[in-house]
């Protein structure tokens, strides 16, 4: 495959000058809310990169994980479930209509061929098993969120997509329509459909497919819906704008968190797991699903460890979590009624 065509493309002129216009571009740039280190004060990218060749115990499962072979395609209309498919893919239906958020099913997160590879089991679901999607969405343009691959593979099932600024870039250089592509700055919002809005709202990251970092927008989402109030979280470090988003769009019914591929050395791109509930709670969320994770490997922890500390954080703080199996249904409706299993435990 030509890596060239899966790099995407720069913001052309047109997209460049509007951005100069905006508070959070700055110097050809997004910014951040608050200054954002890539790594903690005293670390070096060689330290961090030395770091990651350090054998892990336990970095991958030692047998094929579970799943759930849902089917998405035959799901009754008015159905209100969540399905994750492993890190940060998952499907809503919800109100009759379906979304998809982040999708990657070509079996890695990296340009380079068999490298950052899904553990087994986690890998079951494909472009083929989608149905038609009305709103694909895009938190940012890195390789673990934004698939080459499996997006071009969705084209013709995806009616429209909602990213950040920038990021439709690379979708019209990979051949889709302008008209299928709508991109928004932080806080703004779009009216889908009587009852359905999405607002993009700010998240502590950064962009970037290859060495040119922050040419385009990361962002989390709003999905407000006529029965349903969630909160879409992209990669996230901890920052004020979970108290920002929560006092704006609180309460959500439930919060999709980034939870995994954290590390100490970089605290501010990445929430670590005691951070979590912190966040949840800040939203306002009575519930919150932890994502992120059990799919790749891309930081130096355990591949259970997230799912183990942030279930007992929650435990102890009283927060209602959910804990579906990949694939599993996840009843938007009676999230309050289920007792999710450590499924994990059994796996360790």
Not at 195 to 202: C, D, M
Request: hydrophobic fraction near 35%.
């Amino acid at each position: 495959m030509n890596l060239v065509k899966q790099l995407g493309q720069f913001p052309d002129e047109k997209r460049k000058e509007y951005f100069r216009t905006l508070s959070n571009y700055r110097d050809g740039k997004f910014q951040n809310i608050l200054i954002t280190p890539a790594l903690l004060e005293g670390e070096s990218m060689t330290k961090a990169l030395l770091g990651s060749l350090r054998k892990i115990e336990n970095a991958f499962p030692r047998t094929a994980l579970p799943f759930v072979a849902t089917d998405l395609k035959n799901l009754r209309p008015d159905e209100n479930v969540m399905v994750w498919f492993g890190h940060s893919s998952y499907f809503i239906q919800t109100d009759g209509r379906r979304f998809l958020i982040d999708p990657v099913f070509s079996g890695n997160a990296s340009p380079m061929p068999g490298s950052v590879k899904a553990f087994q089991g986690a890998d079951y679901y494909k472009p083929e098993h989608m149905p038609d999607i009305d709103y694909l969405l895009i938190s940012h343009d890195h390789w673990d969120h934004l698939d080459y691959k499996t997006v071009q593979a969705l084209k013709n099932k995806v009616g429209v997509v909602i990213c950040g600024l920038g990021t439709g870039q690379h979708f019209e250089y990979w051949g889709w329509s302008p008209e299928k592509i709508i991109e928004k700055n932080w806080w703004e919002s779009i009216d889908l459909a009587e009852g359905f809005t999405i607002t993009l709202t700010p998240a502590r990251h950064f962009s970037g497919r290859l060495l040119n970092r922050n040419i385009s927008l990361w962002t989390s989402f709003v999905l407000k819906t006529p029965s349903k109030n969630l909160y879409l979280g992209g990669d996230s470090g901890y920052g004020n704008h979970f108290t920002e988003v929560g006092e704006k769009y609180g309460p959500f019914d439930l919060a999709v968190m980034e939870c995994g591929q954290y590390n100490a050395k970089w605290p501010y791109i990445h929430s670590l797991p005691e951070e979590i509930i912190k966040e949840v709670k800040e939203l306002k969320a009575k519930n919150f699903i932890p994502v992120h994770h059990s799919k790749f490997k891309l930081a130096q922890h355990s591949w259970y460890e997230p799912l183990e500390l942030v279930s007992q954080y929650a435990e102890e703080s009283h927060q209602p979590i959910t804990l579906p199996v990949i694939g599993e249904k996840v009843n938007l409706d009676k999230l309050e009624q289920t007792i999710w299993k450590k499924w994990w435990k059994e796996y360790i």
